[in-house]
T-cell receptor
Framework: NAGVTQTPKFQVLKTGQSMTLQCAQDMNHNSMYWYRQDPGMGLRLIYYSASEGTTDKGEVPNGYNVSRLNKREFSLRLESAAPSQTSVYFC????????????FGPGTRLTVT | AQSVSQHNHHVILSEAASLELGCNYSYGGTVNLFWYVQYPGQHLQLLLKYFSGDPLVKGIKGFEAEFIKSKFSFNLRKPSVQWSDTAEYFCAVNAAFGNEKLTFGTGTRLTIIP
């Protein structure tokens, strides 16, 4: 039981390049989330998916797109990377049972130059 | 919408000192409350949670937190810290009914000096 996995662990992009961050969970969770973590700002929600086939914007969605490929997988795409997107990205999932605690992946450290 | 305040941005303590990290939330309804810990270079792990019952909850590694509804607070405590407690600590809240999304505080960095 691997929990929540993310790939890649590190990535360096040039401004304007695109990439997709992958996330998968093997806990049969319905809801999945993408966050970014920046110093002094905590975790901010980018997008979430309450179930397969549905996605919704979070607090900071601009510049990102997501795909809930199936119940296990939730990917985050940067179409045209900008230096402001330099951050650590975390994927999380929750069982949908009270109190809805979230389980986090190991993170992707992204640098955009 | 909920919001969470963690007023201590960086706390430095010596080993064996007692710890209390503040967390206040803003929300008009019933909430679930969480403390997560992030050790250097690692992902967030659940330390403890409150959703009903005894407002004093105990978590892993000797941590505990007390929910005081009248003060909208959920402070984290540990009687005697260890060097291995050096980490960043995040308080989080969600609505008890309906909306499962978590709102996080900005985090408190804890440094323990041996």
């Amino acid at each position: 039981n691997a929990g929540v996995t993310q790939t890649p662990k590190f990535q360096v992009l040039k401004t304007g390049q695109s990439m997709t961050l992958q996330c998968a969970q093997d806990m049969n969770h319905n809801s999945m989330y993408w966050y970014r973590q920046d110093p002094g700002m905590g975790l901010r929600l980018i997008y979430y998916s309450a179930s397969e086939g549905t996605t919704d914007k979070g607090e900071v969605p601009n510049g990102y797109n997501v795909s809930r490929l199936n119940k296990r997988e939730f990917s985050l795409r940067l179409e045209s990377a900008a230096p402001s997107q330099t951050s650590v990205y975390f994927c999380a999932s929750t069982s949908g049972r009270v109190p809805y605690e979230q389980y986090f992946g190991p993170g992707t450290r992204l640098t955009v130059t | 919408a909920q919001s969470v305040s963690q007023h201590n941005h960086h706390v430095i303590l010596s080993e064996a000192a007692s710890l209390e990290l503040g967390c206040n939330y803003s929300y008009g309804g019933t909430v679930n409350l969480f403390w997560y810990v992030q050790y250097p270079g690692q992902h967030l792990q659940l330390l403890l949670k409150y959703f009903s019952g005894d407002p004093l909850v105990k978590g892993i590694k000797g941590f505990e937190a007390e929910f005081i509804k009248s003060k909208f607070s959920f402070n984290l405590r540990k009687p005697s810290v260890q060097w291995s407690d050096t980490a960043e600590y995040f308080c989080a809240v969600n609505a008890a009914f309906g909306n499962e999304k978590l709102t996080f505080g900005t985090g408190t960095r804890l440094t323990i000096i041996p």
